[in-house]
């Protein structure tokens, strides 16, 4: 197929830079699936495609170049797709990152998921289903079919019924334990900063210790760890200040959606201590 060069879409000047579109740029090696979502997305009022991309080196050209929220990438577009995201992630770490598989496939989703992608989806999907995504993913939430959803909840239930080892034995501080009481409570970074009066860099801190204490590897694992060997069951979460209204509007908001197709607690979301955003 012959290089096609990255484009912005034609009507992205209506922005006027107030940030009221949701800005893609589409990665894919089909010409026909790029312009199908140009066309499901021209639909929409609140997405626009600003990029499109054929290769990994248009993709990188397209992220420096344009303006984007979300970077739709297929997994095909490169023989190593893990590698190549977390490379981007790591150098784009505003960007969220929605990635197209052409089939099912366990290991694959479990690796990204772990990495911190923020919502995985087949190609053959349903333009409804498309675009509920990418409004998910850009109002916090991770994003999974529901056998994604399945082979996740399988590995962490494995991995919990694993002998703890010396980790049960370990002690987290008092400040340490509440932190973790939140984030088992689906609270992120910003919300717990305001509960414990810190910043979010030292919550982001806590819990890379906490990781390492525990032997864990991201949020999720943390959560479920910590609920299956009751570790912070007698930890009292600290009540929001009474200046922060706004704070616990959206912390209620974000924790009151649902869907059956999407993992809507925040503690599932890309770590912000461990992983890009």
Excluded at 20 to 38: C, P, S, W, Y
Aim: hydrophobic share 40%.
């Amino acid at each position: 197929m012959s290089s096609i060069p990255v484009g912005v879409e034609e009507n992205f000047g209506a922005d006027d830079g107030k940030g009221q579109f949701v800005r893609v740029i589409v990665a894919d090696t089909q010409a026909i699936f790029r312009a199908g979502l140009r066309k499901i997305f021209a639909l929409e009022d609140d997405i626009r495609v600003v990029g499109q991309a054929e290769t990994l080196g248009q993709t990188q050209s397209a992220v420096t170049k344009f303006s984007a929220d979300i970077l739709i990438f297929e997994s095909a577009l490169t023989p190593n797709p893990v590698e190549a995201i977390i490379e981007l992630m790591r150098q784009y770490p505003q960007l969220k990152m929605v990635v197209v598989t052409p089939s099912s496939d366990e290991q694959l989703t479990l690796e990204l998921f772990r990495r911190g992608v923020h919502g995985i989806i087949s190609r053959e999907v349903e333009p409804e289903v498309m675009v509920d995504c990418l409004r998910k993913v850009i109002a916090g939430e991770s994003w999974l079919d529901p056998q994604g959803i399945r082979w996740v909840m399988e590995a962490y239930r494995s991995q919990s019924t694993r002998p703890a080892g010396a980790r049960s034995k370990v002690q987290l501080t008092p400040k340490e334990a509440t932190i973790v009481s939140c984030v088992t409570q689906g609270m992120k970074n910003k919300e717990i900063a305001l509960r414990v009066g810190t910043t979010e860099q030292v919550v982001k801190n806590y819990l890379r210790k906490v990781y390492d204490k525990l032997g864990v590897a991201d949020r999720l694992e943390l959560a479920l760890y910590c609920l299956n060997h009751h570790v912070v069951d007698n930890t009292k979460v600290p009540p929001l200040p009474t200046s922060a209204p706004a704070a616990h509007a959206a912390a209620a908001g974000a924790s009151a959606s649902g869907n059956p197709q999407t993992i809507a607690a925040p503690f599932l979301d890309a770590d912000p201590a461990t992983k890009p955003q």
